[in-house]
């Protein structure tokens, strides 16, 4: 007969301790692109793998019988035990600096747990500008040279709520209209496809994607 | 001389671009955002590249070109930053 030892689930709590912990690192980086860096796989990953380690350290130490008892306090130990071993660094010596003062040398693994963070937080950077330039050209309409695509911008702003932004983004698009215009950018063109998606770029940075749609989708 | 100073300039408006977009753009969002010529930001670009400050994913077609700051680039960038 098959035997659940449901005290294993006490390590869903040293994982939500590491998750939460790995997610302060994403923070840091992305502020208010966390979340959606979070979800790109490389960002996925890297919390997985964060809230992993004090998972495996608990549920280590009960299957091999180190822990019998007070398990909600041991999860929470190992989750905490474990960020703070992380976060560890050891003095090793002391050098001269290149101003010719003295530093102390330290070395431990915060500093493997940088290397590992950037290593996948700098992929995510990646990953969101993938998003967003796949998002620009699955709503950009296709058949709407840069012309009707401004036309329809200038016919749609009044319609924004704040005033001052459309101001501002009105500046950013009539200087690419002017260009556009210099250019003598021929619709349907290669060129007119990129000056499409500067419009869309600019849109999107300035009111999101909700407002990207209401501006510019047909 | 100001040729070399203008083109430092525009290599550190890229760098200090990705910085601000946590690292990564597509190249006509960068091109959009900075307001720099097409044909002087393909060329500080390719610049920062072969001095391994940036990436660049999918380098034959601007539409789906994506720059992508090294962690040298990011700390170059945060030196001029500071400085």
């Given at each position: 007969m098959l035997y659940i030892d449901?005290?294993?689930?006490?390590?869903l709590v040293a994982f939500v301790i590491g998750g939460l912990a790995g997610f302060q690192g994403v923070y840091e980086k992305y502020n208010r692109d966390s979340i959606k860096a979070s979800t790109t796989f490389p960002g996925f990953f890297y919390l997985l793998s964060r809230a992993a380690f004090p998972t495996a350290v608990f549920a280590g130490s009960y299957g091999f019988g180190l822990?019998?008892?007070y398990l909600l306090l041991a999860a929470l130990a190992c989750g905490t035990g474990a960020e703070l071993f992380l976060r560890t660094k050891v003095f090793i010596k002391q050098g001269p600096t290149s101003q010719g003062s003295v530093e102390d040398l330290l070395k431990g693994p915060l500093d493997l747990l940088r290397w590992y963070q950037n290593l996948f937080l700098d992929a995510a950077a990646s990953g969101l500008a993938e998003r967003r330039k796949n998002f620009i050209k699955k709503n950009?309409?296709?058949?709407?040279?840069f012309q009707a695509l401004h036309d329809r911008f200038l016919k749609n702003m009044?319609?924004?709520?704040n005033p001052a932004v459309m101001t501002k983004l009105k500046v950013e698009v009539d200087k690419l209209k002017t260009e556009v215009d210099a250019k003598n950018v021929q619709s349907g063109s290669d060129l007119d496809q990129k000056y499409k998606f500067k419009l869309g770029y600019l849109v999107y940075n300035e009111v999101g994607s909700k407002g990207f749609k209401t501006l510019l989708s047909s | 001389m100001s040729q070399q100073i203008e083109a430092d300039d525009v290599s550190s408006k890229v760098l200090q671009s990705l910085i601000k977009f946590h690292g990564a753009m597509p190249f006509l969002e960068l091109t959009s955002i900075s307001g720099i010529d097409d044909e002087q930001l393909e060329q500080a670009v390719s610049e920062l590249e072969e001095k391994g400050l940036v990436r660049i994913i999918n380098p034959d077609n601007d539409l789906e070109k994506i720059i992508s700051v090294t962690g040298e680039g990011q700390r170059l960038a945060q030196s001029q930053r500071s400085g």
């Open positions: 449901w005290s294993y689930l006490y390590s822990i019998k008892s950009l309409p296709r058949e709407d040279a009044d319609a924004w709520p | -």
